[in-house]
């Protein structure tokens, strides 16, 4: 007979943001809300209630959304661009990248639903090419919070950085990871468990999924390292030259594709200070077929088991 | 100062314009002499701004669009001040910080980086709403090319200024009838610009955007509502046989050429 399962709590991370930018905005007057009539999907009806004139509604109009967030922080305004990750990233990359990047406005940027949390809606609506996009570009620190704790420190440090960043969050459901009153430090990498067979790297909505793979491996004798990598850049080298010495192998998990995501940026540190056997799980290279993000995650080979069995495997090639 | 005062200006820039692409090897000198009389006019009349303090929160906004223009831009900074004036010669050099689109963080007076078409007006209708969200008194100004306008974020801007009823916004075409490769109307012709702008719900002045008496006036000009001035200006003006001609976009010219410029220009001063 099964022990009963204790089923965590799963938060919608939208609630967190949207929480926590309005408390901000009660402390700040000169934080605005940005959006492409993205109000509902971005969680902004309350910030459009307690600050009807500090939300700047361009429609839908992505490009113009990021050139007005640009010179609203020209004019001394603190905009947080609330969009559909998929549209706010490809839709207007060159805005992202002249009026923000290069500029270095600072201006916060925030792709809601990201990855696949469009599931149904299929690749049109899938996000999984943003790390790629916005890592490479310069000033621009990019970041995916595993949990809505994290995600609250992440838009409160944000308010606080001089200088533009991009937070990738989700709709998708996931369980508390970090402490309560955990402070985001850009660029730190949080250790979940201590491991030193191999390690498992993710961030966003698959942290949990690596954490669970872990005890997995715990129950099957492998003991792995878990380090949640909300930072994609700047990346916590310290922290991945660490794994990689320390335990010999790698396994990256994304709701990303496999190609330019955290998979790559670890694998960019591993192969210049410490090579050593990788796995990179995301999508891998194609468009999604029909299917929730859960579903297409597990179809993707990253159910808590399947990551797993793809750490077992790796171990055998150190 | 007086429009003829401004004129002068506006030929000592033209000037130095030609020279700095002449020993560059490379500009946009057909869209800069279109350009600098209104640059003169901003400059040295219509703007309010402190060249020792680029950074003033109630500095009047001003974004050329057509960023490739740059070179007409650093000219006019430097005799307004903003920077030093010898420093003209280092255009396009390695490491200058004057390269061949304005970039904010190095040139002082620069307010956001141009050079992709079609950023400008977007990022202005921003320092509009700003200023209407804090209170600012600072009014923005933007230049764009016409053939610029083909872009369709201009036209989501257009829209947006309106809707926000932008009439702290001045957006000035520079409408010269030829982009890089052909003229507008053998491309995609926008003109004619009036009855669009004024159908998106602007205030729209039409004027000749290489005079003067015609150009101040336009840009002092306040209303209910975002304000467009579609300036007729001549790609290559003040230069005879590279006025209106679409082959002068960007090319650069020859020793004989440049004399010949080079005396036109001077004999106007």
């Known amino acids: 007979m099964n022990a009963p399962v204790n089923t965590p709590r799963l938060h919608d991370c939208r609630d967190a943001f949207a929480a926590t930018l309005e408390r901000l905005a009660t402390q700040d007057e000169t934080i605005v809300a940005v959006c492409n009539d993205s109000v509902g999907s971005s969680k902004l009806s309350g910030f459009k209630s307690k600050f009807p004139g500090r939300l700047v509604n361009v429609g839908i109009a992505e490009q113009n959304m990021v050139g007005v967030a640009a010179g609203l922080a020209n004019g001394g305004r603190l905009p947080y661009v609330c969009a559909a990750a998929p549209f706010l990233t490809g839709r207007s990359l060159e805005q992202i990248k002249a009026d923000i990047s290069y500029s270095n406005a600072n201006v916060k940027l925030v792709g809601i639903s990201s990855g696949m949390a469009y599931g149904e809606l299929g690749p049109t609506h899938h996000s999984i090419e943003d790390f790629a996009w916005m890592r490479v570009l310069p000033n621009l620190p990019v970041i995916a919070p595993c949990d809505r704790i994290e995600t609250a420190a992440a838009v409160e440090w944000a308010a606080t950085y001089s200088g533009p960043c991009f937070l990738r969050l989700s709709r998708v459901g996931v369980p508390d990871l970090l402490p309560e009153g955990h402070i985001f430090e850009l660029g730190r990498a949080n250790v979940l468990r201590e491991g030193s067979d191999v390690t498992l790297i993710a961030n966003g909505t698959l942290t949990h999924r690596i954490v669970k793979a872990a005890e997995i491996l715990n129950e099957r004798g492998v003991d792995a390292r878990v380090l949640n990598l909300a930072t994609v850049r700047p990346i916590d ?82 | 100062m007086e429009p003829s005062d401004l004129e002068r200006i506006a030929r000592q820039i033209r000037l130095r314009d030609l020279q700095a692409v002449y020993e560059a090897g490379a500009g946009h000198i057909g869209g ?57 010669h280092t255009f396009l050099q390695p490491h200058s910080r004057l390269n061949g689109h304005p970039n904010c963080n190095k040139v002082p007076g620069v307010e956001t980086n141009t050079g992709p078409l079609g950023h400008g007006l977007p990022v202005a209708v921003g320092m509009a709403k700003a200023a209407k969200l804090s209170g600012a008194g600072y009014h923005t100004y933007v230049i764009t090319g016409d053939g610029e306008m083909q872009e369709g974020s201009n036209w989501e801007a257009i829209m947006a200024a309106h809707q926000f009823r932008l009439d702290n916004l001045t957006l000035v075409i520079d409408h010269n009838r030829f982009q890089q490769g052909a003229a507008l109307s053998d491309t995609n012709d926008v003109a004619p610009l009036r009855p669009k702008l004024e159908a998106f719900g602007w205030r729209v002045t039409e004027i000749d955007g290489n005079n003067m008496h015609e150009i101040v006036p336009a840009l002092e000009s306040r209303g209910d509502h975002p304000h467009c001035i579609v300036a007729h200006t001549n790609k290559g003006h003040g230069i005879s046989f590279m006025q209106d001609t679409v082959d002068w976009h960007h090319k650069v010219p020859n020793k004989e050429q440049y004399e010949i410029a080079l005396a036109e220009l001077s004999e106007a001063l």
């Open chain 1, 237 to 318: 080298e310290a922290a991945i030259i660490a794994a990689a010495r320390e335990t010999g192998a790698i396994v990256t998990a994304e709701e990303h594709s496999i190609f330019g995501g955290l998979g790559s940026a670890v694998a960019e540190v591993v192969v210049d200070y410490a090579p050593v056997p990788m796995k990179r799980l995301g999508v891998p290279g194609i468009f999604a077929p029909t299917g929730s993000a859960e579903f297409l995650l597990d179809e993707f080979g990253m159910s808590p088991t399947a990551i797993a069995n793809a750490a077992q495997a790796l171990i055998k090639r150190k």
């Open chain 2, 32 to 88: 800069e002499m279109s350009v600098i009389d209104l640059l003169t006019a901003l400059y040295f009349r219509v703007l309010r701004i402190w060249p020792d303090q680029p950074k003033n929160p109630d500095r009047d906004r001003f974004v050329l669009s057509k960023g490739h223009t740059a070179c007409a831009l650093y000219v006019t900074l430097a005799k307004r001040g903003f920077i030093p004036e010898d420093e003209i």
